[in-house]
């Protein structure tokens, strides 16, 4: 019996897969922690033990950056912080799968500002249609229609694009991790005494501490480093394409943690923005650098 071992192609793309599923799931488990600590306590406890984490893995040095350097590292961390207050305030009127998918928008809408060929303005304006489709504009009522989820899970996609931009200006200026980790510190900063403020004491009770930590390590730690790995030997044009099934896994995190269910159309929709940024994501250049790592 011939023992057979998989392609060297297929252990990179084995990591970012899951990578893709580590973050949805910690996007599925932060959700159950939005009603005991909201938004803001959720938010900080992520950051605090991502700051923690990052800084003992990273050790980055403080001294020889220029005031520009900074200015880099706090518009990064207004951005990591806008980012994850948003989508989160998002989750507490959206569906898991529907969140991810609306603010999976302004990753599609930057790689497609990076060409100019038809077939990505195509792309977007079926993303667009996908997004009417999931967030069901056409099929309901305003009246009905969760207009501030949706606001606020834009919102989300378009700090994920300044995102982008930013951690690979700070990449540029600052070695190795040192930049993320930096940022990760003001992000922390600015977040956490909203945090204190809303959530008090609560956020230093067992259940919200394990489940924070579980939501650093899933939505930040396990996927940065689960990536880091795959890009050294994978290309970023099949790294982004790969991570275009987030919205889908995102859907199934919500079904499975959350027992949230998504009809048929708003399931064609998803379909619609996997499929444009797949395709958007193939010709834009440059490549996008670690998107979905929302530390």
Avoid at 238 to 266: C, Y
Wanted: aromatic letters at 6%.
């Amino acid at each position: 019996m011939v023992t057979r071992y998989p392609s060297p192609s297929a252990f990179p793309v084995a990591l970012v897969l899951g990578a893709v599923v580590s973050v949805q799931f910690g996007g599925a488990l932060a959700a159950t922690l939005l009603p005991v600590v909201g938004v803001a306590g959720s938010v900080s406890l992520r950051l605090i033990f991502a700051v923690v984490i990052m800084l003992a893995i990273a050790r980055p040095r403080l001294r020889g950056y220029h005031r520009a350097d900074w200015a880099t590292v706090a518009a990064f961390g207004v951005a990591l912080a806008g980012m994850n207050a948003a989508f989160y305030a998002s989750l507490t009127r959206l569906p898991l799968g529907v969140a991810v998918t609306i603010e999976f928008i302004g990753p599609l809408v930057l790689a497609a500002s990076t060409t100019r060929r038809v077939r990505d303005i195509i792309a977007v304006i079926v993303a667009a249609t996908g997004v009417i489709l999931i967030a069901e504009i056409a099929q309901v009522n305003w009246a009905q229609l969760d207009i501030l989820g949706i606001l606020l899970a834009l919102l989300a996609g378009a700090f994920w694009a300044g995102y982008i931009v930013l951690s690979g200006r700070a990449g540029a200026r600052f070695p190795r991790l040192d930049g993320l980790a930096l940022a990760l510190v003001v992000a922390a900063v600015l977040v956490t005494p909203f945090g204190i403020l809303t959530a008090g004491d609560t956020l230093l009770t067992p259940e919200p501490l394990i489940r924070g930590l579980g939501i650093a390590v899933l939505s930040s730690v396990l996927p940065y480093s689960l990536e880091l790995v795959a890009l050294r030997r994978l290309s970023a044009q099949v790294f982004g394409i790969l991570l275009s099934l987030e919205p889908a896994v995102a859907a199934i995190a919500g079904f499975f943690v959350l027992g949230q269910r998504l009809d048929p159309l708003q399931l064609v929709g998803m379909g619609c923005v996997v499929g444009a940024s797949a395709s958007v994501t193939r010709s834009a250049q440059p490549p996008p650098t670690l998107p979905d790592t929302k530390l």
